[in-house]
Each structure stands twice: as C-alpha cells, then as structure tokens.
C-alpha cells in the first residue's frame, strides 16, 4: 500500500468519527522504494528493497522469515541494509552488513507528510536487528520541517533476531505540516546479522484536533534571471491559511540550482501572523549558477513548509574572458590599438586608453593594468587582467629635441616645426596608430589638409633623437 489522502474522506481511515485515527502513510514495499530516499549518510553497508532472505552457508545467516500477517509473507519485499561488496561480488544481497566498513546511513520518507489536522501521531512498523549494542544498531528519527533539522526518538534497535513489532508515538508530532520520518543505520567494527530491517509500516493520526495551515508562496516574483556574483533583492509575497501564533516568523527560502530544498538557504523573513505578507529577500552573490532555482515560504509557528514559486528562476553564469599578454613599449612609441581579449567585441579600459587606443607616453612609465570586459547576451560582464609595461626610452627632455616648438596647435591646414636640430623625419599618426602623413625630411611647414579633424601624435626624427607632439586638427 502506498502513501494516503490527509483528509478524514480519504480512503482506509479506520472509522468514520470526527476525531476517528487515520492513515496517514503506509508502506509494505510491495512497490519498491518510490516513496523512500536512500543512503543519504555514508559508508558501503547500504540500503535496499528487495525479497532477498537466503545467506551464504558458513559465512552470512539466512534472514528469518517473517510471520503469516506480512502481506506476501514469508519472504516478502522490505527495507533493510545490505553489504554492497558482498551483495555485488557473490549476490547475497540479504539484511546482512561489513563491520569492517562503518557505515552511518539513512533512509528517509521522500515526501513530508501533513499533518497540520491530526493529533496523537502513532509509526508503527516491525524490524529485525541483530548487530551490536552501542556498536552496530539501528535508530528512528524524525523532523517538523521537511528533513532540515532531525530528532532522535531515543531508541536504540539492536539485539533482535525476529520480526518485532514497534510503536511509537511523541507530542511534538501533533499537528506537524512538514513531518518526516527516517531509519538510521550505524556500524563500527562488530555485532552479528541480521543488519535493520524494517517492513508494515504504518503512520496513523487522531483527525479533528487541530488546526490546518498552509502557505502559498508567490508566483510573479521578479526578476526571473540575474548574473552569477550579483547581489538580489526579491520582493516574495505569499498567503496562508489557518491561525499562526505569536512570535511566528514567515522566511523566504532559496532551493538549490535543481529546486531542491534538501539544504535551503534562508534570505529573508517576516515577523508576522497575518495570512498574507511580502517578505523583502536578497540573495546573496555567492549563489552558483543554475537554471531550476525555486522559492517558497515556510513557518515557525506552528511548523509549516508552503509550496513553491511553481517556476524556475534562472542565474546565468558569467563569461569566459581571456586577454593575452602585451608586449613592453616605449614611452615615445606611437598609439597603437589593443587586442587579444576573447571573445571579440569587448572594451578595454586603464589608465592611458581611448576608444581601445592605448597611448604609452599618456599612461607614463611602468607597470600598468588593463582590463578587457565582455557583455554576453544575458547581459552578464567577464573580465580579464593583463599589464603592459611602458619603458622610458627617450623623451624631449633626456634625449635632446630642445626648444621643439610645433604651431599652430589646433590646426587646420598646416603646421610648422621649429628645433635647435636638424629634423630628418616627421610622421603624423591618427588614434589607432595608423599612419596617416609621412615627411621624409624637413619642410617650412606640413600639410595637414586632408586629415579628418581629431587629435594626432607627430613623431620628430633627428640624426640622434626622436621625440613625440600631439597636435589638434580642427
């Protein structure tokens, strides 16, 4: 039999009062383990479901049959642990465990059960355990929020080696909206099979005694998608019905990158007991990039975990951005464009640049950083360093070209040089470096006329100097 409705018209409730015991869960794992998450602790001695019972003569004991009330009884299909290395080397795959491998796993109900409306919450299921006191034994747990946080029950199950029956009840399970219980398995280095195993389980609630809360987490929360590394707020509006206490505290949670809430993480609250609300949340920049983000509403008081958004929210990750090395310059050398950062299509920005222009004698001499950023389609921003080290190789000032005076600055037409050298060179480059005039030696003055207006570098060759001039063409 699988999971049941929560409500007092479900099917297999035991009697028709209004505060008559329901069905709650029951699972004779007939069906498998759909309705189990397995083996989320550690260790090689694990869980399964199967009908396996015999042994391997001499070495691992059959496990017992258990007895005529099991449905498909005397081998029917149960929970339990089994060896892993045995069961894949030799295919015994029985209640049996390693005590050279320790082990501490669980196997917990998939799905929380509510139950917000019942009182007097009773599990009941048989088991066997032999292993060891203290050393290999099994536990029962439960939790009030949906597996966050779990309590032990305080027993211990071992030193059994027949299908025993137990019941359990506890307070703290009335009226919980998010219950879940699980089986925890431990072992160190000694005890005997059988290993747990558990089988007819059962949880079943008084109806009528308690109130029914739930809470309904927003559905047009925006934005949907932000960058990877951004800071978020989110405005999460929700509603909720049935009577929340005081001090209650309503709290945004975020799933992870595949809408699991197995480990939320919490970004904002509410202190409230009104149905209705809208909490501010910010999701912090260290959240990973994914694409099935959720977010849904829980309470405190009492316990109640609401549904969620019902649609993704998506954090795109940022580029890849690359830049590659530059070569050193001189502090005299001409503009030049930058390139190398990939993917294409990017700016670059640092002290001395224009328009992806770099200037050496702008930026001076040494060691200087340059950043090249890339926006993707999502709007996302990659960058990527590198330096380029401009070296004083010889100026007006160290290496002569004294007195250089050029004029007019701004010009239109032309310009003139006036040096206490003999000038053999001129050339005249635009932004980019390209070259845009070249004189091969000196001339009473140098036609500027077909130039488009902007600024130009003029590099002045001498016998023994160069030296550097902007000039303004207007």
Known sequence: MKKLLLSLGGCLAIATASFSQTILFQDDFESGSSQWT???GSGANNWVVNNV??????????????????????????MHITNTTVCGGLSVCNA????GSASNQNSEVATSIDASSYTNITVSF???CQGSTGVAFGNLEYSLDDG?????????????????????????????????IRFKWQNGGAGLDPALSIDELTIVGTGGGGGSNAITTGNSI???????????TLQVDFTSTGTFTGGNIYTAELSDGAGSFAAPLGIGTLASTANSGMITAMVPGSVAAGTGYRI???????????????????????????????????????????TGGFPAGGTYTGLGITGGVFDPAAAGPGTHTITYSFVDGNGCVGQANGSIFVDVCGSIGENGLLNLVLYPNPASESFKLISDYDIESVQIFDMSGRTVKSFGEAQLSYDISSAPSGVYMVTVHTADHIAQLRIVVD
């Open 222 to 232: 925006q934005p949907t998608s932000w960058c990877e590394g951004s800071i978020i």
């Open 148 to 180: 966050s946080t779990w309590v032990g029950t305080g027993t211990e199950y071992s030193g059994v080696s027949s299908w025993t029956q137990e019941t359990v009840s506890m307070a703290a399970w009335d009226n919980a909206a998010a219950f879940k």
């Open 126 to 128: 048989w088991y066997l």
């Open 96 to 99: 049996n465990y390693d005590t």
């Open 53 to 78: 019972y015999p042994g391997f003569a001499g070495l691992i004991p059959d496990t017992p049959n258990q007895p005529g009330s099991f449905t498909n009884s005397p081998q029917s299909t149960y």
């Open 296 to 338: 849904r509403v829980v309470s405190d008081s009492p316990v109640t975990v609401g549904a969620d958004n019902g649609s993704d929210f998506t954090i795109n990750p940022l580029p890849t951005v690359t830049l590659a090395a530059f070569a050193d310059v001189c502090d005299i050398d001409p503009f030049f464009t930058l």
């Open 38 to 40: 397995l083996n989320t």
